[in-house]
């Protein structure tokens, strides 16, 4: 039973009781597994455009572009940089003073090359009177790591991974908060403005709003654009409840239940209010120097030709279909497109009568878009690209966790392990219908693929249940293309040393 503190919680949350009872019943039945057909390749589900086609889907982008389309940039950047940082905490805290595991040697060894070692030297000296290499010759490594993770320095442990000096540059270091003003400018400007859309979290929301306001001029005079750069929260009536072992609420010492983020699936509510033609969706910490930049500007700009070039024939039968004017060999060239090019099949087709034929393509066709960029599989962990069947028997594109599949299927596992790409996270999306009304997003989620995780709070185990992934079960019931994008796209930074890796170098 509810008592009425947890009536007064729900309602401050914005969470009914019939979606609290949900979210614990689903803690009891868990998620069904996806049946998949295959792992998504080259010739099977996804396109490798070769020269000629790339410069003709970049030249769409660009004739889209000057039509006055609304392109928005939209960059998930709430997550603390905490974890980039857990191999240096876990130094702070350790029983030896000198750099002793090969993460830690690594980064003292090459300590000159980060991009943020002057203002980490500017702490130091102001906190304990030396500069960093003074401090390591006397072997007081703890006292460079407090003065980057603390508060009382650079307080790196707890800022948003944006705002980190990610990269140096002549006239200053840079973080991705910047990388990805500058991306913004050079690929999703249209009518000389570049839209910018980043979730933060509440505690980081002010910070990030003013480091925005200190940078975003500089930008936009040597890229000769205006920025209009807006910032939401992932909403608390998103969050999900947290569970016992027995599955009933987990609870606070002070009685109140314990609800979480609900993950990434919870920004699909963030993204429905973006009003846009167009939109790209990166993680925050997947940037490049400017140098390395022209290769990721090429795709991007590849993958949205092929977005709208798709999306413009999508229309284009669509209209065909409600005008009435159609013949049975039209029927047929309009389901070649959705089975070839949507890769959207249904084993049934042929039995269907025109009627309703003309009622399953308006379906599939009338429905919001997205071109994912996948690289090669390298071993990262993440979801990767699959063919799965749908609710409605068809079979579909989908971005697949591996939390998703049955890790007791040798085939599904086989076909998980040795697939030939990877999602890096790499969208564009186009979010209106044929008549330029936006589609309501929720509306495409499969509610069906939340996954339940083990995690503890004050020492104590609990049951955590995240929504289906942002680009997983929220896009379920979108038109889904993969194309091919090289690996020079797709440089996350998720531990601190990898900021040392070549490519994050000047």
């Known amino acids: 039973m509810l008592s009425q503190q947890d009536l007064n919680q729900l309602a401050a949350k914005g969470?009914?009781?019939?979606?609290?009872?949900?979210?614990?019943?689903?803690?009891?039945?868990?998620?069904?597994?996806?049946?998949?057909?295959?792992?998504?390749?080259?010739?099977?589900?996804?396109?490798?455009?070769?020269?000629?086609?790339?410069?003709?889907?970049?030249?769409?982008?660009?004739?889209?572009?000057?039509?006055?389309?609304?392109i928005v940039k939209f960059v998930p950047a709430s997550g603390a940089a905490s974890r980039m940082f857990k191999d240096m905490f876990a130094f702070l805290s350790a029983d030896y003073d000198v750099p002793t595991t090969p993460f830690e040697k690594n980064f003292f060894d090459n300590i000159k090359k980060f991009a943020f070692r002057e203002a980490l030297c500017d702490q130091c000296k102001k906190n304990e009177g030396k500069k960093i290499m003074q401090l390591l010759s006397e072997g007081n490594y703890k006292a460079v790591v407090a003065n980057m993770l603390e508060a009382k320095g650079l307080n790196y442990g707890q800022l948003p991974k944006g705002l980190l000096l990610f990269h140096d540059y002549e006239d200053g270091a840079r973080t991705p908060m910047e990388e990805h003003l500058v991306e913004a400018a050079l690929y999703a400007a249209s009518n000389g403005e570049a839209n910018v859309h980043f979730t933060v979290s509440h505690d980081h929301l002010e910070l990030f709003k003013q480091k925005v306001a200190e940078k975003a001029d500089k930008y936009a005079?040597?890229?000769?654009?205006?920025?209009?750069?807006?910032?939401?929260?992932?909403?608390?009536?998103?969050?999900?409840?947290?569970?016992?072992?027995?599955?009933?609420?987990?609870?606070?010492?002070?009685?109140?239940?314990?609800?979480?983020?609900?993950?990434?699936?919870?920004?699909?509510?963030?993204?429905?209010?973006?009003d846009a033609d167009v939109i790209f969706i990166k993680n925050i910490d997947n940037v490049v120097p400017d140098r390395l930049k022209a290769e990721t500007v090429e795709y991007k700009q590849l993958i949205a030709g092929v977005l709208v070039t798709l999306q413009q024939q999508a229309f284009d039968y669509l209209r065909q279909l409600e005008s009435g004017k159609y013949t049975h060999e039209d029927l047929e060239e309009i389901i070649r497109f959705v089975q070839r090019d949507l890769c959207c099949r249904k084993a049934d087709i042929k039995e269907l009568e025109d009627a309703d034929l003309v009622i399953y393509l308006k379906k599939k066709l009338n429905r919001p878009m997205r071109v994912c960029g996948v690289v090669k599989n390298v071993g990262e962990p993440g979801g990767g690209p699959f063919l799965t069947y749908n609710q409605d028997g068809t079979v579909s594109l989908q971005i697949l966790e591996s939390s998703q599949i049955d890790k007791n299927n040798e085939e599904y596992m086989k076909m998980f392990t040795e697939g030939t790409h990877f999602n890096p996270v790499d969208l564009v999306c186009a979010v209106k219908d044929y008549q330029g009304k936006p589609?309501?997003?929720?509306?495409?989620?499969?509610?069906?693929?939340?996954?339940?995780?083990?995690?503890?709070?004050?020492?104590?185990?609990?049951?955590?249940?995240?929504?289906?992934?942002?680009?997983?079960?929220?896009?379920?019931?979108?038109?889904?293309?993969?194309?091919?994008?090289?690996?020079g796209t797709f440089n996350p930074v998720k531990t601190v040393n990898d900021l040392l890796r070549e490519q994050h170098q000047g």
């Not at 589900?45 to 609304?70: L, Q, S, T």
């Open 15 to 70: 969470i009914s009781e019939e979606k609290l009872n949900k979210q614990l019943e689903e803690f009891k039945t868990g998620f069904p597994f996806l049946k998949l057909e295959a792992a998504a390749a080259i010739g099977r589900g996804i396109v490798a455009p070769d020269d000629k086609e790339r410069a003709d889907y970049i030249a769409a982008w660009n004739k889209y572009k000057a039509e006055g389309k609304k």
């Open 221 to 274: 005079g040597k890229y000769g654009v205006k920025y209009n750069i807006s910032f939401s929260e992932q909403k608390p009536s998103t969050d999900t409840v947290a569970a016992n072992a027995d599955n009933t609420p987990f609870r606070n010492d002070d009685g109140s239940m314990l609800f979480r983020p609900g993950g990434h699936g919870a920004l699909i509510e963030n993204l429905n209010e973006i």
């Open 439 to 487: 589609f309501n997003l929720p509306d495409f989620v499969d509610k069906t693929t939340g996954f339940i995780s083990s995690k503890s709070k004050n020492g104590k185990e609990l049951k955590a249940l995240e929504l289906p992934g942002l680009w997983n079960g929220a896009m379920s019931d979108w038109n889904t293309i993969f194309v091919e994008v090289p690996l």
